[in-house]
């Protein structure tokens, strides 16, 4: 599976955006997804993540109501929307995949065999 995020980009404090990720391959509906992301300097955190149907969705306490993600099992694609925006949330967002586990967490990073790149949110002040 290859994933290809994009959406990022420069936001002032309070504003939105929409991440989306492709996923290469005819195995979508197969995996479970998540975003993590990455601030300069700290280490990668889980952020939302979202079963192989849709049914149950996960969020990192601060994302929790400002923050949904979704997925479309016929376009490949999962999305994050993310509301009310500030600058904590700057960093580098990556997408993962993962077939469905039963075992671990959905926040637990290693637990993810496919990354992309990520893609760059930057929240002004």
């Known amino acids: 599976v290859q994933l290809q995020a994009s959406g990022g980009g420069l936001v002032q404090a309070g504003g939105s955006l929409r991440l989306s990720c492709a996923a290469s391959?005819?195995?979508?509906?197969?995996?479970?997804m998540a975003w993590f992301r990455q601030a300069p300097g700290k280490e990668r955190e889980f952020v939302a993540a979202i079963s192989r149907n849709s049914l149950n969705t996960y969020y990192k306490d601060s994302a929790e109501g400002r923050f949904t993600i979704s997925r479309d099992n016929a376009e490949n694609t999962v999305y994050l929307r993310m509301n009310s925006l500030n600058t904590e949330d700057t960093a580098r967002y990556y997408c993962?995949?993962?077939?469905?586990?039963?075992?671990?967490?959905?926040?637990?990073?290693?637990?993810?065999?496919?990354w992309g790149l990520g893609t760059l949110v930057t929240v002004s002040s």
């Open positions: 391959g005819r195995t979508f509906s197969s995996l479970e």
């Open positions: 993962a995949a993962r077939y469905y586990s039963g075992v671990y967490a959905y926040s637990e990073g290693p637990s993810y065999t496919a």
